[in-house]
């Protein structure tokens, strides 16, 4: 029987690390690592009624930049309070991303999710992603084990979780063996709408030109 289990009401395989604290995330560096979660109590709450009118973001700021975030964030439609609120965490969370894998610049896209985006389970072609939820349910994932399972053609019994608000680091197949594997929750034809974060390490063919510009139409997030 096919079971969804969020991780804060069970414990974590071996692979993956949660903490309450937000330095915690550096498990995701560790070999045997490939999902380190950070559960928040206090990440920013978003209405999904505040996403009526926003745009998509995409864009590439320099480590520790913050004020081409909540700009960006205004420029797509968000009201001046809750770009401020996203703005601030957002940029704090590009920032522990930045200093923990040592780079200089990387990619932010806030997203609003109505349908099945990524619905199939995979692993990403990076060495670590941030994704982050700050409306509608969160990232589903699979153990290791269900994971191999899955690619030999045996349906996962159960799937796991990540709880809205909560960050999580995603190691990929550039960095990884086994890479955890992922996809967004099935929402389509619910009313569901999700507002999902993904901050990638920029890659060196993205225009300096980009840094603080916002975008529509970008890829799905996760």
Same mark, same amino acid.
């Not at 894998?101 to 932010?108: E, F, N, P, Y």
């Given at each position: 029987?096919?079971?969804?289990?969020?991780?804060?009401?069970?414990?974590?395989?071996?692979?993956?690390?949660?903490?309450?604290?937000?330095?915690?995330?550096?498990?995701?560096?560790?070999?045997?690592?490939?999902?380190?979660?950070?559960?928040?109590?206090?990440?920013?709450?978003?209405?999904?009624? /505040?996403?009526? %009118?926003?745009?998509?973001?995409?864009? !590439?700021?320099?480590?520790? #930049? @913050?004020? +081409?975030?909540?700009? =960006? $964030?205004?420029?797509?439609?968000?009201? /001046?309070?809750? %770009?401020?609120?996203?703005?601030?965490? !957002?940029?704090?969370?590009? #920032? @522990?991303? +930045?200093?923990?894998? =040592? $780079?200089?610049?990387?990619?932010?896209?806030?997203?609003?999710?109505?349908?099945?985006?990524?619905?199939?389970?995979?692993?990403?072609?990076?060495?670590?992603?941030?994704?982050?939820?700050?409306?509608?349910?969160?990232?589903?994932?699979?153990?290791?084990?269900?994971?191999?399972?899955?690619?030999?053609?045996?349906?996962?019994?159960?799937?796991?979780?990540?709880?809205?608000?909560?960050?999580?680091?995603?190691?990929?197949?550039?960095?990884?063996?086994?890479?955890?594997?992922?996809?967004?929750?099935?929402?389509?034809?619910?009313?569901?709408?999700?507002?999902?974060?993904?901050?990638?390490?920029?890659?060196?063919?993205?225009?300096?030109?980009?840094?603080?510009?916002?975008?529509?139409?970008?890829?799905?997030?996760?």
């Amino acid at each position: 029987m096919l079971q969804t289990i969020e991780c804060r009401r069970s414990a974590p395989p071996a692979h993956a690390c949660t903490t309450a604290d937000g330095k915690g995330i550096d498990a995701i560096l560790a070999e045997p690592v490939n999902l380190a979660i950070w559960q928040r109590d206090d990440a920013p709450v978003v209405d999904s009624g /505040d996403l009526d %009118a926003v745009a998509d973001v995409a864009l !590439i700021v320099p480590a520790g #930049a @913050r004020s +081409a975030i909540p700009d =960006a $964030l205004r420029a797509a439609g968000y009201d /001046d309070a809750l %770009a401020a609120l996203l703005g601030h965490d !957002i940029a704090d969370l590009a #920032a @522990r991303f +930045a200093a923990l894998l =040592a $780079l200089d610049r990387v990619a932010i896209r806030l997203e609003v999710v109505e349908t099945d985006a990524c619905r199939r389970f995979h692993a990403d072609y990076v060495a670590v992603r941030l994704i982050c939820t700050y409306a509608g349910p969160g990232t589903q994932w699979l153990a290791n084990d269900d994971a191999l399972a899955l690619a030999g053609g045996v349906e996962p019994t159960t799937i796991r979780s990540i709880a809205t608000g909560d960050v999580a680091l995603f190691k990929g197949h550039d960095r990884s063996e086994t890479p955890i594997v992922h996809r967004s929750p099935p929402i389509a034809g619910t009313g569901t709408r999700r507002l999902v974060l993904v901050i990638d390490p920029a890659r060196a063919d993205q225009p300096a030109a980009a840094i603080g510009s916002a975008a529509t139409g970008a890829k799905p997030a996760r």
